[in-house]
C-alpha cells in the first residue's frame, strides 16, 4: 500500500462521502451516488467511560455497504457494462441493486433461499432480479460466480472498488474527530467488508501523515455465526 492521504484532498464542495474524491479511483463526474456519507459520529456514555458511535444505519438502503457501493457501481458505469450478478443474503445485495437501479444498470442478486422476507422486499423494490438458490451461503456465492462467467460479477467481497468505498469510514472518523484516530475501533465482521475497509483507510492516513498511528481494532461477531471466533480459539 503505497498512498498517502492527507487533509488537503479533501473537496469541503461536495456533500458527503465524494468529499474524497481525490482518494478513490473513479472521477467525481462519473459518482453514482444519492449523497450518501458523513453519517452522524455521536458521544455515548458506556460505564465510566465515553465512545462513539457512528451512525451507518442511516445510509440510503440501511447500512454502511452503500460506501462500497456508490463507488463500485459508479466503476462498473464507467465501463459501460448494463448488467451485474450479485450474491449477497441482505444488506450488500440491498445497496448494489440500489446504486444499479441509479445507473439503469439490470442487477442479478443470487440469495440464499431462506433470506429474510424484509430483504427480499427491498430487493423487489430497487427493481432487482432475485434468484433464490437452495443450500448454503457457499453454494449461493458459487452459483452467482457461474453466472459471472458471462457478465460483470458486483461482489461485494471480491471487487477492490468496494473496499475504495468502505475505506471512507475511516476518513470520516477521522475527519470528525479533528484529525484523530481513535484508540479502539470495534467493528461487526461477516465478510469483513467494513473491517478491511478500515484498516485501508487508516493506513493511508498514516502513510499520509495524516495519522500518527493506527487503532487497535477489535471484529466482533454474532455468536450464532463465528467463523472467524473458532478459527482463533480452534487453530487448524
Known amino acids: ?14 456533500p458527503g462521502l465524494w468529499r474524497y474524491h481525490r482518494a478513490l479511483p473513479v472521477q467525481l463526474s462519473k459518482a453514482v451516488t444519492f449523497h450518501e456519507g458523513m453519517t452522524p459520529l455521536t458521544a455515548f456514555p458506556l460505564d465510566d467511560r465515553e ?24 466503476h462498473i458505469q464507467t465501463l459501460g457494462i448494463r448488467n451485474v450478478v450479485e450474491d449477497s443474503s441482505g444488506n450488500a445485495g440491498c445497496a448494489i441493486a440500489a446504486y444499479c437501479a441509479k445507473a439503469n444498470i439490470a442487477c442479478e442478486i443470487f440469495v440464499p433461499e431462506k433470506t429474510a422476507p424484509a ?75 467494513l473491517l478491511l475497509g478500515a484498516i485501508i483507510g487508516f493506513s493511508e492516513l498514516l502513510l499520509g501523515g495524516a495519522i500518527q498511528k493506527l487503532p487497535r481494532i477489535i471484529g466482533v461477531q454474532s455468536a450464532a455465526c463465528n467463523p472467524l471466533e473458532r478459527m482463533f480459539q480452534y487453530p487448524g
Not at 500500500?1 to 461536495?14: E, P, W, Y
Not at 465512545?51 to 459508479?74: E, I, M, N, P, W
Not at 484508540?183 to 461477516?190: C, N, R
Request: with cysteine; proline share 4%; aromatic share 14%.
Open 1 to 14: 500500500m503505497d498512498f498517502g492521504f492527507t487533509i488537503d484532498m479533501i473537496d469541503r464542495a461536495v
Open 51 to 74: 465512545v462513539y458511535l457512528k451512525h451507518d444505519h442511516l445510509f440510503q438502503t440501511g447500512s454502511y455497504k452503500d460506501r462500497g457501493a456508490t463507488v463500485l457501481v459508479s
Open 119 to 193: 430483504k427480499l422486499s427491498q430487493l423487489k423494490l430497487y427493481g432487482a432480479f432475485i434468484r433464490k438458490i437452495p443450500g448454503s451461503r457457499e453454494e449461493t456465492a458459487s452459483a452467482a460466480q457461474i453466472a459471472a462467467k458471462d457478465t460483470y460479477y458486483a461482489s461485494h467481497c471480491w471487487n477492490p472498488f468496494f473496499y475504495h468505498g468502505t475505506k471512507t469510514f475511516a476518513y470520516e472518523v477521522w475527519e470528525q474527530l479533528d484529525g484523530r484516530a481513535p484508540d479502539v475501533l470495534v467493528l461487526p465482521v461477516g465478510n469483513g467488508t
